[in-house]
């Protein structure tokens, strides 16, 4: 068995009456995608003052192949605005621990305001996990709700 970074995410629709931020101040984020073919892309982010590239691949099932790296914000900046094209997700992640388990909740900026998502990563696609009562459809497979798709949208 090949070994290399890995993420297991599942993602879903948050009811916007019952979700409140959990957590202290969200962080702004700003990403865009240099590269995005299907199977494969490159994206810039900056969140919470720090910035990262993050490479992704196709994996098996719901894991992709993930490596991050973190940039200079400076590096990030002139990135996203010379090679992400204009198509930028702009949102709010607030992080936070329910049962032991970290989830992040995204509240989408810009053309996608409205827009509420929550992940949470997994060790074991089967790994089971306490949904919050604000938690309602699953769209990990909905390619609509990748961040990358969400971008263009912002076009």
């Keep these: 068995m090949e070994k290399y970074?890995?993420?297991i995410e599942r993602k879903f629709l948050v009811d916007k009456q019952l979700w409140s931020p959990h957590a202290k101040g969200g962080l702004v984020c700003r990403q865009g995608y240099i590269l995005s073919d299907g199977d494969k892309l490159l994206r810039v982010r900056?969140?919470?003052?720090?910035?990262y590239l993050t490479f992704k691949a196709k994996g098996q099932g719901i894991a992709r192949v993930e490596y991050e790296?973190?940039?200079p914000v400076e590096d990030a900046a002139v990135m996203l605005d010379k090679f992400c094209d204009g198509a930028l997700v702009e949102k709010v992640r607030y992080e936070f621990e329910i049962a032991g388990m970290k989830w992040c909740v995204d509240v989408f900026a810009g053309a996608n305001e409205g827009l509420i998502l929550a992940e949470i990563e997994l060790d074991d696609?089967?790994?089971q996990f306490e949904k919050p009562i604000w938690i309602?459809?699953?769209?990990t497979?909905?390619?609509?709700y990748?961040?990358?798709?969400?971008a263009k949208k912002m076009k």
Excluded at 136 to 139: F, I
């Design 5 to 7: 970074a890995k993420e």
């Design 46 to 51: 900056i969140i919470g003052g720090k910035a």
């Design 69 to 71: 790296y973190p940039i």
């Design 125 to 127: 696609e089967n790994q």
């Design 136 to 139: 309602t459809e699953e769209v």
């Design 141 to 144: 497979a909905d390619p609509r």
């Design 146 to 150: 990748l961040n990358v798709n969400l």
